[in-house]
């Protein structure tokens, strides 16, 4: 019932093409929330992702190996699919663009892949997306469930369950637009069983 009247009255900005709603865009002193009712990887059928699942790995490979220059890789959902190699400097354009190749066994048969990534620029590069990810302070907050590097949108996301502006000040005042919450007011804390 709460979500329903903010919904109403704060008037959240729906993206086109994406399952997000943006609850509370950025500002100078504040990170974004957005609020994500089901990913759009769970509304597609898996059928001809496994040669994308493989040249992703590679892409992931060449990130690791120039994290100055690239930013991670990820498999784009909407439409067709398509491997997204961001890069941050001009070398990273040179070297997130050659067609990654390989080839699988799959059902006694083997399977060769070429696949042109398309290539983005982007602004934080693979080795500050990690830098802040796994930095000291970011899993401190006692609202945080989690986090991880949202390569899409080129950002490191803290989930929460909790809707928090102090959280939203702190983490604008610490890393600038590099963090952004994603509210679940669903979401639980993961424990080991």
Not at 6 to 14: D, G, N, Q
Not at 66 to 81: R, T, V
Not at 111 to 126: C, F, G, K, L, S
Request: proline letters at 8%; zero cysteines.
């Amino acid at each position: 019932m709460v979500l329903l009247i903010y919904a109403v009255t704060a008037a959240p900005l729906f993206l086109p093409g994406e399952l997000r709603v943006v609850v509370q865009p950025a500002t100078n002193d504040a990170a974004e929330v957005y609020y994500e009712p089901v990913s759009p990887v769970m509304l597609r059928s898996y059928e001809g992702i496994e040669p994308f699942n493989r040249a992703q790995l590679l892409a992931e490979q060449r990130a690791e190996a120039y994290p100055d220059d690239l930013a991670p890789p990820y498999i784009a959902h909407g439409g067709p699919y398509r491997l997204v190699a961001p890069y941050v400097t001009a070398r990273g354009r040179a070297l997130a663009a050659p067609v990654l190749s390989g080839a699988y066994w799959s059902e006694g048969k083997q399977v060769r892949y070429d696949i042109v990534p398309e290539v983005r620029r982007v602004a934080n590069t693979h080795a500050t997306l990690s830098r802040v990810l796994h930095s000291d302070e970011l899993l401190d907050e006692p609202a945080a469930l989690g986090a991880g590097i949202d390569e899409e949108t080129n950002r490191v996301v803290i989930e929460t369950n909790t809707f928090n502006q102090d959280l939203r000040h702190k983490l604008a005042k610490r890393y600038g637009g590099i963090v952004v919450v994603k509210w679940d007011p669903l979401g639980q804390r993961m424990t080991l069983l």
